[in-house]
């Protein structure tokens, strides 16, 4: 939902050479009826204001992003089409006014802020917005109204990034950004494994490696894995439902004889990542239905909200800790799964969540200090003929959990311009769900239902 302006917040109206103007309301409608008059609209005319009269924005907590030389800037968008600041409660009556205010504290020089090139909503430009309103109400005019300001933009941005690059490895990171659901796609760039080299404690814990082959490395993977449909929907489901990290373990069973871990059913821990007065009894309880259904633990599974489906450093090391203490002091192996759920990242191949499976390699006897090798495991994915009553409840558990948290997905508000999140989650979770099924159900969420699987119920 919408955030409304605090009692007395400072209002910051200075924004450079790119300011657009205030309109009226009348003015507002004008812009509607002019296409096919001959009263072609200027970049300048179209304000957020009227991006969020016409639904192509949402007001919310936390949608506005700038990035600019290394440092991020985060807004919310109100109701009157205004934004305010996150960290200081400023409130700035356009993009360029609070893009040209952010730049300046970071490099006095910067003349104007370049808004709606430089402020993203939910991971886009806001330029890529005010040209859908123009395609809509004025299908005529000259796309270059709004994109003329991007070049001069993403060319500084391209040389901030060189330049980064070539001080990242002299300079030590930044604290990390405890607002973890608040990270953009672009900023967390994969590694290669091999650029890694021996640990490094001044090395940024959250950077993501890519994945590596077993090939790559001259190894055959040493169990085979199959994975119940069922077990993939309630995951997904619990990664959707928040723009924090969620956290939640995999039951199975692992024979020995054929070396195939089955992995039957996931166990979210509705519980904080940072709580660890109850993360001891949320475990206890996850324990206790293990054993009730016969099950062994297997693995666990975490999510990347916003970001690449791929391992941290951290991953790896969690990861390794778990497959250590899977294979316990008997010398036997049990292979443990880690699954990486990224529900939302821009970088998905269409809606559908990116689950990345994946296993860690110890690294060489010879160089102990190394990071473990994070590699890609093959996976079988077996069609589950019915949703059970048992995931149906673990749904609306978290349902429960989930309902008056903060960081809450806001269903109704919009995934990319022409989809919602509710209808994000709703065409994911069918890519979980039996073809031949009919059956659906309905989870309440406040005053909204929100649907979740079985079959062709979306249609």
């Not at 997905?409 to 099924?437: G, R, S």
Request: proline letters at 6%.
């Amino acid at each position: 939902m919408g955030s409304e302006p605090p009692s007395s917040p400072q209002v910051v109206e200075d924004g450079g050479e790119e300011d657009e103007e205030e309109l009226s309301g009348g003015e507002e409608a004008d812009l509607r009826s002019s296409s096919g008059r001959g009263s072609l609209l200027t970049r300048r005319g179209i304000t957020l204001r009227v991006l969020l009269k016409d639904g192509l924005v949402e007001p919310g907590d936390g949608v506005l992003a700038i990035h600019y030389l290394g440092k991020n800037f985060v807004g919310d968008l109100l109701t009157d089409g205004k934004i305010r600041w996150v960290e200081t409660g400023q409130i700035f009556n356009s993009p360029s006014a609070w893009a040209t205010h952010c730049k300046r504290l970071v490099n006095p020089a910067k003349k104007s802020g370049c808004g709606w090139a430089s402020v993203r909503y939910r991971g886009q430009k806001l330029v890529q917005y005010k040209t859908t309103w123009l395609h809509k109400y004025q299908p005529s005019a000259d796309m270059s109204l709004v994109s003329e300001e991007d070049d001069d933009e993403d060319e500084e941005e391209g040389k901030a990034a060189v330049q980064a690059d070539d001080k990242n490895k002299n300079t030590k990171p930044g604290l990390h950004d405890v607002m973890v659901s608040r990270r953009t796609d672009r900023e967390r760039i994969p590694v290669r494994y091999c650029t890694l080299g021996t640990r490094d404690a001044a090395r940024d814990p959250h950077t993501l490696v890519e994945l590596s082959a077993f090939s790559a490395i001259n190894r055959f993977q040493p169990f085979n894995v199959a994975v119940s449909s069922n077990v993939l929907l309630l995951m997904d489901f619990h990664c959707h439902l928040t723009t924090s990290e969620v956290v939640g373990y995999l039951g199975g069973r692992w024979d020995t004889n054929t070396q195939l871990l089955t992995v039957l059913r996931a166990f979210p821990c509705r519980t904080r990542l940072a709580d660890r007065d109850s993360a001891s009894a949320v475990e206890e309880e996850i324990c206790q239905n293990l054993f009730m259904r016969g099950l062994s633990l297997v693995g666990w599974y975490h999510s990347h909200p916003r970001g690449p489906a791929l391992p941290s450093l951290q991953d790896i090391d969690s990861q390794m800790d778990h497959q250590l203490r899977l294979q316990g002091s008997n010398n036997g192996f049990q292979p443990c799964l880690g699954i990486i759920c990224g529900p939302y990242y821009h970088g998905n191949q269409g809606v559908a969540s990116t689950i990345t499976p994946f296993w860690v390699v110890p690294p060489p006897e010879q160089r102990p200090n190394d990071y473990g090798i994070p590699v890609a495991v093959e996976v079988t994915y077996v069609q589950d003929n019915f949703l059970t009553s048992d995931v149906l409840n673990e749904m609306m558990l978290l349902v429960d959990y989930y309902r008056a948290a903060p960081d809450l997905v806001q269903f109704n508000q919009y995934w990319c311009p022409d989809t919602t999140m509710l209808d994000k989650i709703k065409d994911t979770t069918q890519n979980h769900v039996a073809e031949d099924k009919s059956a659906f159900y309905l989870l309440r969420m406040d005053l909204k239902y929100v649907p979740v699987c079985a079959s062709n119920l979306w249609q």
